[in-house]
């Protein structure tokens, strides 16, 4: 059974910085992609960040230059550091994991983590 599981969310003062963790069991860590995701109220769900099993990594532009993503395939982990957070960063944040074999997709999302960001 897959199982991703956030940590790391809460409540910061703009400006402030948070680092995310999910750990990932069930799967072979090192040959899916990662990302994060996040959902503020009344809207959708946008992509944060994602790393690929090469390390790679891809950005939202409202996070480039604040955020980083990393991955330890050691840990089977997968971190968020974000850096000067703004207010409009407020949204329930979710790890995802991703791998294609013969075809087919398998995904995988861990229930979340709040971060909130006051003025």
């Known amino acids: 059974q897959v199982q991703l599981v956030e940590s790391g969310g809460g409540l910061v003062q703009a400006g402030g910085s948070l680092r995310l963790s999910c750990a990932a069991s069930?799967?072979?860590?090192?040959?899916?992609?990662m990302g994060w995701y996040r959902q503020a109220p009344g809207k959708q769900r946008e992509l944060v960040a994602t790393?690929?099993?090469?390390?790679?990594?891809n950005y939202a532009d409202s996070v480039k230059g604040r955020f980083t993503i990393s991955r330890d395939n050691a840990k089977n982990t997968v971190y968020l550091q974000m850096n000067s957070l703004k207010p409009e960063d407020t949204a329930v944040y979710s790890c995802?994991?991703?791998?294609?074999?013969?075809?087919?997709?398998?995904?995988?999302w861990g229930q979340g983590t709040q971060v909130t960001v006051s003025s």
């Open positions: 069930g799967l072979i860590f090192s040959r899916n992609a």
């Open positions: 995802n994991a991703v791998r294609t074999l013969w075809g087919r997709t398998y995904d995988y």
């Open positions: 790393i690929t099993t090469g390390g790679n990594t």
